[in-house]
């Protein structure tokens, strides 16, 4: 479609966007009301929030439209499987200037629209403002399914630390983006399109996980969320964590330490979780560490290999 968001109009703008949503069946009443209604038969639902700034979390340059409503999906439906539950559907904030060209918010919303069916939820509805920057704030909403939501408060001394999915993948292809390229494609793909492994959080709850959340700004940063709500440390086997190969060649052509990548990288939004000593894994947890007893003050929270992890951690807004 031709034009700008400005020339079609508000409600012109909603219609087109509306017309690409599929149907799912936790969402009862969609757009065109005053509120969608969503089904919640656990009677509790689970309820994240997140925002994606232009400029700040994507570049136009190196994402489409497409790809920045996939990565908007999925790092909110993404906390809402690390909660233990089932996404049903989000709703979405979007600030748009007048000059944006209608095709690119129509490809932004396609995106939305497949990842929520990657995760078997849907669109329930949203709201559009214009403003001088595009932002996109996603509200996602799960089901519990009848299980208690798995916090990040649950890990105690003796449990066992596993990951599923991949961790340092998107940092590794930004540092590619960075640089002007646009390969190896897969760690490209894997910046501008996260694909979190949604199953494996009501999966992880019902194998007994003490403490869960997904790797958004990097398995240190994170890990300590969990051992600071737990009141527990946590100690990193740098050798049990998967490095491919590929991303080692990324790594020595741009002169980093890839297990830089794997430790601190965020947006990936792996699961981590920690669980019992005597659980039986499935295969896609990956066991990389243990929950240990805290030390007290001054002592770090996560180690690596029994040390402290000397640089940043993870992603931090407002530092730098």
């Known amino acids: 479609m031709k034009g700008t968001v400005g020339e079609l109009g508000e409600f012109g703008l909603i219609r087109e966007l509306t017309s690409r949503i599929g149907g799912a069946p936790a969402v009862r009443l969609g757009p065109g009301d005053d509120a969608a209604v969503v089904a919640a038969p656990d009677r509790r639902v689970v309820a994240s929030t997140d925002m994606l700034l232009e400029g700040r ?69 949203g709201d559009i403002v214009r403003g001088e920057t595009i932002m996109v704030s996603i509200t996602a909403l799960g089901d519990l399914g009848g299980r208690e939501p798995v916090t990040r408060s649950g890990a105690r001394p003796g449990d066992i630390i596993a990951v599923t999915g991949w961790l340092g993948w998107s940092a590794a292809g930004h540092a590619v983006l960075s640089r002007g390229f646009r390969s190896p494609r897969a ?4 910046h501008r399109r996260p694909e979190p492994p949604y199953p494996a959080g009501p999966a992880g709850a019902a194998l007994g996980a003490t403490a869960m959340t997904d790797v958004s700004d990097g398995l240190i940063a994170d890990l300590d969320h969990i051992a600071a709500a737990s009141k527990v440390r ?20 741009v002169g980093v330490d890839p297990l830089h990548w794997v430790l601190t990288g965020g947006e990936d939004h792996a699961i981590v979780a920690a669980f019992p000593s005597e659980t039986k894994l499935p295969a896609r947890w990956r066991p990389i560490g243990e929950v240990l007893p805290a030390r007290g003050r001054g002592v770090p929270r996560v180690t690596v290999d029994g040390a402290a992890w000397e640089q940043a951690g993870g992603w931090d807004h407002f530092a730098g």
Request: include cysteine; aromatic fraction near 6%; hydrophobic fraction near 55%.
């Open 57 to 125: 979390h994507f570049r136009r340059d190196w994402s489409t439209a497409y790809d920045v409503g996939r990565k908007a999906a999925a790092q909110n439906l993404a906390d809402v499987a690390a909660m233990g539950a089932v996404p049903t559907a989000l709703l979405l904030g979007l600030v748009v200037p007048a000059e944006l060209p209608v095709t690119w918010a129509l490809e932004l919303m396609d995106g939305i629209s497949d990842e929520c069916r990657v995760a078997a939820a849907g669109v329930a509805g």
């Open 234 to 253: 946590i100690d990193i086997r740098s050798a049990a964590l998967d490095i491919p190969a590929q991303m080692s060649d990324i790594g020595q052509a």
């Open 187 to 190: 760690f490209v793909e894997a």
